[in-house]
């Protein structure tokens, strides 16, 4: 995808965000996100889009001042939410993909910061919406990105050291268009290419869910499972964001 398309996304999914949390309200359970209300949701989604727009347009020395910042609580967080997307939005623009961003990972810029919040604005757009019983796919090609992404992301994943085998193999793959990835335990960590492979276990769903359940939204029920499917459970218990 494109940086523009990151940030059009942002300005399409922020918007149905809000509105599935409208609609289920701040003190609603999270089911995909069991220890959350819909008002821990907004917050934790809100400050991160004030945190990046802050890092894209100051570059601060501190990098996480804006995350110190108190929160908003009760029905208040829905406006304060909602007032987060387009600055967001804005700065990323104004930036540009190449501008200098602080991240976790090799890559330090502000287009790296537009897939990043692009691809988890999706996913909790979904968590909103399922908490208001209405969830609805996640855009298909911006769910390929997000598959893509999230393999880039394993390397820098804290838990990533644990993720390891005897080099079995998981074969994941799209069943609504283009999009096929194996994944291999090697003993030295995962090993991800973008190929027609036959794994020791196949997943096959729609690139929304097949991007939900490595981000623990759905479980292989929503999936065509062959082969062993004890690998994929483990798969599950070893990547868990």
């Not at 602080?102 to 919040?117: I, K, L």
């Not at 729609?206 to 798969?235: C, H, I, K, N």
Request: hydrophobic share 45%; charged share 25%; proline share 5%.
């Amino acid at each position: 995808m494109k940086f523009d398309e990151y940030i059009d996304a942002l300005r399409r999914d922020g918007p149905r965000m809000h509105t599935g949390a409208q609609s289920a309200g701040v003190d609603a359970q999270v089911p995909s996100c069991p220890d959350w209300t819909v008002a821990d949701l907004l917050r934790h989604v809100g400050r991160l889009h004030r945190w990046v727009a802050d890092l894209v347009a100051n570059q601060p020395d501190d990098p996480m001042r804006e995350w110190t910042k108190a929160l908003p609580e009760n029905d208040a967080v829905l406006d304060w939410f909602g007032a987060g997307i387009e600055p967001l939005a804005a700065a990323l623009t104004a930036a540009g993909p190449a501008a200098p961003a602080w991240s976790w990972t090799p890559d330090h810029t502000a287009g790296w910061w537009a897939r990043r919040q692009a691809n988890e604005l999706s996913v909790h757009c979904y968590d909103a919406q399922l908490a208001a019983n209405a969830p609805e796919a996640i855009e298909r090609v911006l769910a390929v990105d997000g598959v893509d992404e999230l393999f880039d992301l394993l390397p820098y994943w804290s838990g990533s050291g644990n993720v390891r085998g005897n080099d079995e193999t998981i074969h994941f793959h799209c069943t609504d268009g283009e999009g096929e990835w194996l994944a291999r335990l090697s003993p030295d960590g995962v090993v991800v290419t973008r190929e027609h492979a036959k794994g020791d276990v196949a997943a096959r769903g729609t690139a929304s869910d097949l991007l939900l359940f490595l981000y623990g939204r759905v479980s292989a029920d929503q999936l065509e499972v062959f082969g062993d499917a004890a690998l994929l459970a483990r798969w599950r218990e070893l990547v868990s964001w």
